[in-house]
């Protein structure tokens, strides 16, 4: 087998997003975290490189993405396609600009789009202006974001200052004519020196006429979910064979965890619902520094795993910076984050096969606790969160990483019930 299309993705839940919606075709997905030390002989028809370089300097996101595409290109893919978050995260000085200018260098590529509507999850653009539900960005939650706070909605003024050359749009007029306009339209920018081109799309059926015209492009960067119609089209196009590879769903221990650090609204919501369900233990940063973890590790210890207690962080803002203001953020993050790591291993010492995780950064450090580089991905519990499956010290097990946002209130139960079924 060889690979289709190598994807590069900013984040950790970024990338399970994009491999998700990728697998929803049916075929073969392979998530590996970071890029793979080597070659190996079991590459997949997708393949994406989970990277952690949303907010890191520009030269090192940039070497970083390029180490990817080399490593994809050996697994041998030709078409690439770089993904950043829905609400675009990032500063004038980010990367998302910087990164898809070295990987067009690097493959010799004229122009690439920009798309990162994903309309299931409420993210549309029209007129080059991103929307998160009926909010232009920079008037949603995004704009207080910690790390990368949304004061712009407009995408072409948002990556101007991140590329060395002119950034056009293909509006929605322009997609809501079909995809041969929408190439016609393309060519004309690139005549007119436009490398960039950011296209407006406020449905799946935009996202639909977006891939078929742009699929053959060596580089396509968005959200998630331009991605989603490729597989169809390179099945169209005889690139992929149905049948070839098929995911597979293995057996995984029945025995499974809850484990939240993530405090976006939607998860504090998820641990509500779900702490009325099943045995709950809320952790305190300022008891963890204090006492350390032995209290709730014995709590854990005296449960049985098929009970699939929750462990959970997350907490109201108020709370959060109480504890931020007396550890600084980064020792509070840490310590949620440490604790959570040394729960997963017990709860998989314990016999714990199925790992439901909340929180991007508190999914990196469960997954690297757990020794895990690589899932295959399987079903998909809500848009953008699929299972993933892995193997922990020689025993199989199946993760569910998911970014605070994603997920109805119901996540936890559903993404239990998904193996279930
Ligand atoms: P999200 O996907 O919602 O951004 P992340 O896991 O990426 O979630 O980030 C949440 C961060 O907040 C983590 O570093 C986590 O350790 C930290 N955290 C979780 N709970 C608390 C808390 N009660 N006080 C302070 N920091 C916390």
Same mark, same amino acid.
Request: net charge negative; with cysteine; charged share 20%.
């Given at each position: 087998m060889t690979t289709v299309l190598g994807c590069i993705a900013d984040d950790f839940t970024g990338a399970c997003d994009l491999a998700g919606l990728l697998a929803r075709s049916g075929v073969k997905v392979n998530l590996r975290?970071?890029?793979?030390?080597g070659p190996t002989d079991?590459?997949?028809a997708f393949e994406v490189i989970a990277l952690?370089?949303?907010?890191?300097?520009v030269d090192i996101a940039v070497a970083e993405c390029r180490a990817a595409l080399e490593w994809l290109k050996k697994a041998g893919a030709d078409r690439f396609f770089w993904k950043y978050c829905s609400t675009f995260d990032? !500063?004038?000085?980010?990367n998302i600009g910087p990164v898809a200018e070295a990987l067009m260098a690097d493959l010799g590529a004229k122009q690439t789009i920009y798309c990162p509507a994903f309309p299931e999850n409420d993210r549309s653009i029209f007129m080059g202006n991103l929307f998160v539900g009926e909010q232009p960005l920079a008037e949603s939650?995004?704009?207080?974001?910690?790390l990368t706070p949304m004061r712009d909605s407009n995408l072409m003024r948002l990556l101007a200052p991140q590329t060395t050359a002119p950034v056009g749009l293909a509006n929605r007029l322009c997609v809501a004519k079909g995809a041969e306009a929408l190439q016609a339209r393309l060519k004309d920018l690139r005549k007119d020196g436009f490398v960039h081109v950011v296209v407006d799309a406020v449905a799946d059926d935009d996202l639909k006429t977006i891939a078929k015209a742009?699929?053959?492009?060596?580089l396509m960067t968005g959200g998630s979910a331009v991605a989603m119609p490729l597989p169809a089209l390179y099945m169209a196009q005889g690139l992929?064979?149905? !049948?070839?590879q098929k995911m597979s769903v293995p057996q995984v221990g029945t025995g499974a965890i809850v484990l939240s650090g993530s405090c976006s609204a939607m998860t504090r919501a998820q641990v509500a619902k779900y702490s009325a369900k099943a045995p709950s233990y809320r952790l305190d940063p300022l008891d963890l520094s204090n006492d350390g973890v032995q209290k709730v590790r014995k709590w854990l210890a005296a449960l049985p795993v098929t009970a699939a207690p929750m462990i959970y962080a997350t907490a109201e803002p108020d709370a959060v910076r109480r504890a931020q203001d007396q550890l600084g953020v980064a020792r509070a993050g840490e310590i949620v984050e440490q604790a959570l790591a040394v729960l997963a291993l017990d709860a998989k010492a314990h016999g714990a096969g199925r790992f439901v995780v909340a929180g991007g950064e508190t999914s990196g450090a469960v997954a690297k606790a757990l020794g895990v580089t690589q899932m295959t991905i399987g079903p998909?519990?809500?848009?953008?969160v699929p299972w993933g499956f892995s193997h922990s010290d020689g025993a199989d097990i199946a993760l569910a990483l998911k970014s605070g946002?994603?997920?109805?209130?119901?996540f936890f139960t559903d993404a239990l019930a998904v193996l279930e079924s």
């Amino acid at each position: 087998m060889t690979t289709v299309l190598g994807c590069i993705a900013d984040d950790f839940t970024g990338a399970c997003d994009l491999a998700g919606l990728l697998a929803r075709s049916g075929v073969k997905v392979n998530l590996r975290m970071g890029v793979p030390d080597g070659p190996t002989d079991d590459v997949a028809a997708f393949e994406v490189i989970a990277l952690k370089c949303r907010t890191a300097p520009v030269d090192i996101a940039v070497a970083e993405c390029r180490a990817a595409l080399e490593w994809l290109k050996k697994a041998g893919a030709d078409r690439f396609f770089w993904k950043y978050c829905s609400t675009f995260d990032s !500063t004038p000085t980010g990367n998302i600009g910087p990164v898809a200018e070295a990987l067009m260098a690097d493959l010799g590529a004229k122009q690439t789009i920009y798309c990162p509507a994903f309309p299931e999850n409420d993210r549309s653009i029209f007129m080059g202006n991103l929307f998160v539900g009926e909010q232009p960005l920079a008037e949603s939650p995004m704009k207080d974001h910690p790390l990368t706070p949304m004061r712009d909605s407009n995408l072409m003024r948002l990556l101007a200052p991140q590329t060395t050359a002119p950034v056009g749009l293909a509006n929605r007029l322009c997609v809501a004519k079909g995809a041969e306009a929408l190439q016609a339209r393309l060519k004309d920018l690139r005549k007119d020196g436009f490398v960039h081109v950011v296209v407006d799309a406020v449905a799946d059926d935009d996202l639909k006429t977006i891939a078929k015209a742009c699929c053959d492009m060596p580089l396509m960067t968005g959200g998630s979910a331009v991605a989603m119609p490729l597989p169809a089209l390179y099945m169209a196009q005889g690139l992929l064979n149905e !049948t070839e590879q098929k995911m597979s769903v293995p057996q995984v221990g029945t025995g499974a965890i809850v484990l939240s650090g993530s405090c976006s609204a939607m998860t504090r919501a998820q641990v509500a619902k779900y702490s009325a369900k099943a045995p709950s233990y809320r952790l305190d940063p300022l008891d963890l520094s204090n006492d350390g973890v032995q209290k709730v590790r014995k709590w854990l210890a005296a449960l049985p795993v098929t009970a699939a207690p929750m462990i959970y962080a997350t907490a109201e803002p108020d709370a959060v910076r109480r504890a931020q203001d007396q550890l600084g953020v980064a020792r509070a993050g840490e310590i949620v984050e440490q604790a959570l790591a040394v729960l997963a291993l017990d709860a998989k010492a314990h016999g714990a096969g199925r790992f439901v995780v909340a929180g991007g950064e508190t999914s990196g450090a469960v997954a690297k606790a757990l020794g895990v580089t690589q899932m295959t991905i399987g079903p998909e519990i809500a848009p953008g969160v699929p299972w993933g499956f892995s193997h922990s010290d020689g025993a199989d097990i199946a993760l569910a990483l998911k970014s605070g946002n994603f997920g109805k209130e119901t996540f936890f139960t559903d993404a239990l019930a998904v193996l279930e079924s």
